[in-house]
């Protein structure tokens, strides 16, 4: 069992920047998939970004270029900058892991956390 923490949200005009962070209770060195993902009242949770153990990262379409994942395993934590924010941007943002798969469609994220709340306003 992992258990996530998140760190990081808040509330910021648009244009700003926020950094959240993601920490495990335990080395994730073993859990080769992680990411964000966000829920905003009334919509379906949809995955922001994703990154595995090496370098392979998936970015939602509608945050490319703004929105940066990385991890340190070493530190077993994983960040999500997240730069240009927009009012659309608002929602509950959650940090998930899974061993054998975490994609941005959610399939094989095993394991969540409580969630940091991001109020971006215009």
């Known amino acids: 069992q992992i258990h996530l923490v998140e760190s990081g949200g808040g509330s910021v005009q648009a244009g700003g920047s926020l950094r959240l962070s993601c920490a495990a209770s335990?080395?994730?060195?073993?859990?080769?998939?992680m990411g964000w993902f966000r829920q905003a009242p009334g919509k379906e949770r949809e995955g922001v970004a994703v990154?595995?153990?090496?370098?392979?990262?998936d970015v939602a379409e509608s945050v490319k270029g703004r929105f940066t994942i990385s991890r340190d395993n070493v530190k077993s934590t994983v960040h999500l900058q997240m730069d240009s924010l927009k009012p659309e941007d608002t929602a509950m943002y959650y940090c998930?892991?899974?061993?054998?798969?975490?994609?941005?469609?959610?399939?094989?994220?095993?394991?969540w956390g409580q969630g940091t709340q991001v109020t971006v306003s215009a």
């Open positions: 998930a892991a899974g061993g054998w798969s975490c994609d941005l469609r959610r399939v094989g994220c095993d394991y």
């Open positions: 335990r080395s994730t060195a073993s859990v080769y998939y």
């Open positions: 990154t595995s153990n090496g370098a392979w990262t």
